[in-house]
């Protein structure tokens, strides 16, 4: 699914980094962190180094994509 909430964002980076049930990407490559700056959404990317706006992220648990 595709979602530009943070805090669920969030949950899932913290899933795909400690639990390994979620992954969570950006166009190509994995997310690793988000946050939001003046209104827009950001996304640090794997490898990258640096913030990148995004308009939302791709969130999948367990090798299929969440519905809601």
């Excluded at 996304?43 to 706006?53: K, S």
Aim: with cysteine; hydrophobic share 45%; glycine share 8%.
């Amino acid at each position: 699914m595709q979602s530009k909430d943070l805090h669920q964002i969030k949950a899932a980076i913290r899933d795909q980094a400690f639990l390994g049930t979620a992954r969570v990407f950006c166009i190509m490559e994995p997310v690793v962190a988000a946050r939001h700056r003046k209104g827009q959404l950001l996304a640090m990317i794997r490898g990258w180094g640096r913030w990148y706006p995004v308009e939302s992220v791709r969130i999948e648990y367990a090798g299929r994509q969440l519905l809601l």
